[in-house]
């Protein structure tokens, strides 16, 4: 079955630096991967996916880019500010299954201000 | 997202005891789902469920049971508690989307303890 991996685990930025967040699959049948945001005490929260026909997908700060060769996708987000800490979630599902999502392990972005 | 709730959100049971979580919808979802949650192990499915008369196990069903009520209500039961099944419990909503995986929606999460 699908297997996700997701690095690093914890990442500490300066507000208005970026933060790249990397997630590796292992099912090459697998065709959406969406990114989760859950701040504390809350629910996950979908800021942004992408599917396997298009590259790259970008929304004001946040982008997500999809390597289908090297089955690896990233998040990236520019110009971090306070509010964007929260732990973000990788997810890829091939559609089979109930369309089941796999999850990455999380991770814990801290913005200092 | 306000179109999904969840009863209780926090709950302290004891080994052995039988408690159902529940779910309900407004977004008029056919699919629901419940996850649990565990700290560094992300999200992991319990049961998923596509209609009213569709059931199906997930990654982690033991120990674990469900039912789907209505279109709007999805239930998750733990028919003896076990330590080990102290984690946080969402449920989700999705929409089919012809041809393609659809998004889904998450409701707030219950944080059970089992003592």
């Known amino acids: 079955g699908e297997n996700v991996e997701q690095h690093p685990s914890t990442l500490s930025v300066q507000e208005g630096d970026s933060a790249v967040i990397k997630c590796t699959y292992s099912?090459?049948?697998?065709?959406?991967f969406p990114w989760y945001k859950q701040e504390l005490g809350k629910r996950p929260q979908l800021i942004i996916d992408?599917?396997?026909?298009?590259g790259e997908k970008k929304d004001q700060r946040i982008a997500v880019t999809l390597n289908k060769t090297a089955k690896h996708f990233s998040l990236h987000i520019t110009e971090t500010q306070p509010e964007d800490s929260a732990v973000y979630f990788c997810a890829a599902s091939n559609g089979l299954g109930g369309n089941k999502l796999v999850f990455g392990a999380g991770t814990i972005l801290r913005v200092k201000s | 997202d306000a179109d999904v709730t969840q009863t209780p959100r926090n709950r302290i049971t004891k080994t052995g005891k039988r408690i159902m979580l529940e779910c309900s919808q407004t977004k008029g979802h056919d699919r629901m789902y419940w996850y649990r949650q565990d700290p560094g192990l992300g999200l992991r499915l319990i049961y998923y469920s596509f209609d009213v008369k569709d059931i199906n196990k997930g990654e982690i069903s033991d120990g674990y049971s469900v039912s789907r009520q209505a279109q709007a209500k999805f239930s998750l039961s733990l028919e003896s508690a076990i330590p080990n099944q102290t984690a946080l419990y969402f449920c989700a909503t999705s929409e089919p989307l012809a041809g393609a995986v659809e998004t889904q929606y998450f409701g707030p999460g219950t944080r059970l303890l089992v003592l």
């Open positions: 992408i599917r396997s026909n298009v």
């Open positions: 099912d090459s049948a697998s065709n959406y």
